[in-house]
């Protein structure tokens, strides 16, 4: 198992801004993913984050808005930039253990 | 493309009944498929995983069949209990080893005592 941890918790943000949110595990891991939920839907994957190697990015994402860093096998950071408020969203990291994916508690954002 | 369907509307039942939840999967071979439980405003956690090779699984109260000529599974909760109120997520495997899933959007339950 592994327990993730994601700060913040919750912000509130003008548009135009940027917020990086990290997400921290309790355990060394090779592969870290990104989602978002919109309210009401389900998770969306932006990207997966190996260590050592550029974030891989879904259909629909892409780097300069959602640059991703991952300096180690413990950590990694989303940054949502040049916010609008239809990036209000929640925002989950994970981690794959053996096929299994543990989710942290998520970064709940409200864009104004 | 991949697509997940899960029956959107909230499923209502009284306590100690079974819970039947179903997920809907077209376009492809998944070789596994997990189910996650969500309560509001915490990530999802993960249940049981069932492989393409596998008819049925159980977790103590929780079971779980792949019925692969149907692109279906079925998650059933017995003995439900009012704690077992949340949303139930299927999720899917790319089916290209990259370990990433494909969420279905979820069905509410409500177990009332």
């Known amino acids: 198992s592994a327990v993730i941890s994601q700060k913040p918790s919750r912000d509130i943000c003008q548009r135009g801004t940027s917020l990086t949110i990290q997400c921290q595990v309790d355990?060394?891991?090779?592969?870290m993913f990104w989602y978002r939920q919109q309210p009401g839907q389900s998770l969306t994957l932006i990207a997966t984050?190996?260590?050592?190697?550029?974030?891989?990015?879904e259909s629909g994402f892409v780097i300069d808005k959602f640059p991703i860093s991952r300096p180690n096998l413990t950590f990694s950071t989303l940054t949502v930039s040049n916010m609008s408020p239809e990036d209000s969203s929640i925002y989950l990291c994970?981690?794959?253990?053996?096929?299994?994916?543990?989710f942290g508690p998520g970064t709940r954002l409200l864009v104004l | 493309s991949q697509k997940i369907e899960q029956n959107s509307e909230a499923l209502n039942i009284q306590e100690g009944k079974t819970a039947t939840l179903t997920c809907n999967y077209t376009?492809?071979?998944?070789?596994?498929l997990q189910w996650y439980r969500q309560d509001p405003g915490r990530g999802p956690v993960f249940l049981l995983l069932?492989?393409?090779?596998?008819k049925e699984k159980r977790k103590e109260r929780l079971k779980v069949t792949f019925d692969t000529t149907l692109k279906q599974s079925l998650f059933h909760i017995t003995a439900s209990q009012p704690a077992d109120s949340a949303t139930y997520l299927c999720?899917?495997?790319?089916?290209?080893?990259?370990?990433?899933?494909?969420f279905g959007s979820g069905t509410r339950l409500l177990v009332r005592p």
């Open positions: 069932i492989r393409e090779n596998e």
């Open positions: 994970s981690v794959d253990k053996g096929e299994t994916q543990y």
């Open positions: 984050a190996n260590q050592g190697s550029e974030a891989t990015y």
């Open positions: 355990s060394q891991v090779t592969m």
């Open positions: 376009n492809y071979s998944p070789a596994y």
């Open positions: 999720a899917l495997d790319w089916g290209d080893s990259s370990y990433k899933l494909i």
